[in-house]
């Protein structure tokens, strides 16, 4: 079956770069997304990218896409420690009608100042 | 814009008693909503997809019977534990998808259910 997969654990020192990855299995999906969970919260969408595109900027954040190689990557540009969080990854494919998302196990940023 | 809110946030029970928890889109109208649940550092793991006004499509292993899934309109969905035991204690996550066609899901704030 599908399989989304990331590192666990990040930790990155305040004003550097932070760079999450993630690898898909899946060569139908179509969107690939990042999200923001704080302990104790639901989770926020903080970017998406079609599996057309190979890049995406979004203010502090870049999303780059291998679709090669079903690589995601998200860089988060002078890391911030409000951007000490879980990030999940996901993927959903046009050919499931619902659009059920695959998740990540989730990797934990930790900012250290 | 996109928000979705779940109520109650927390809740505790005893055991064999039921719960609710109510999912709501608050500024669009949701054809699908889906319910999570997520252990403590860990993943979130689908439990069933609802499409408003027909019966929600459950996920192998998760129990129709004891999380009953009411998706009554087009901003509301409701989870139903039922007979809680200790082992349903985990944090409960709604999303919601606007429109058809449209993949982004948003997601709720979560429910901390406790059964005692």
């Not at chain 1, 760079?19 to 969408?45: F, H, M, R």
């Not at chain 1, 979004?58 to 000490?84: F, M, P, Y």
């Not at chain 2, 928000?3 to 055991?15: L, N």
């Not at chain 2, 019966?55 to 019977?65: L, N, P, R, S």
Request: aromatic share 12%; with cysteine.
């Amino acid at each position: 079956g599908e399989d989304v997969e990331q590192s666990l654990f990040l930790s990155v020192r305040e004003g550097d770069s932070s760079v999450i990855n993630c690898t898909y299995t899946d060569s139908s999906s179509t969107y690939l997304y990042w999200y923001k969970q704080e302990p104790g919260a639901g989770l926020q969408l903080l970017t998406y990218i079609f599996s057309n595109m190979d890049m995406k900027q979004d203010q502090r954040l870049t999303v780059l896409l291998n679709k090669k190689d079903k690589h995601l990557s998200l860089r988060i540009a002078d890391t911030q420690t409000g951007d000490s969080a879980i990030y999940f990854c996901a993927e959903s494919s046009s050919t499931d009608s619902w659009g059920k998302f695959q998740f990540g196990a989730g990797t934990q940023v930790v900012v250290t100042p | 814009g996109a928000v979705v809110s779940q109520h109650p946030s927390w809740v505790i029970c005893k055991s064999g008693t039921s719960v609710k928890i109510e999912c709501r889109s608050l500024d669009f109208q949701a054809t699908t909503m889906f319910w999570y649940r997520q252990f403590p550092k860990q993943s979130l793991m689908l439990m069933a997809t609802s499409n408003e006004g027909s019966k929600a499509t459950y996920e192998q292993g998760v129990e129709k019977d004891k999380f009953l899934i009411n998706h009554a309109s087009l901003t509301l969905s409701t989870l139903t534990v039922t007979s809680a035991h200790p082992e349903d204690s985990s944090f409960y996550i709604c999303s919601a998808r606007e429109l058809a066609g449209r993949y982004e899901q948003y997601f709720g704030p979560g429910t901390r259910l406790t059964v005692t």
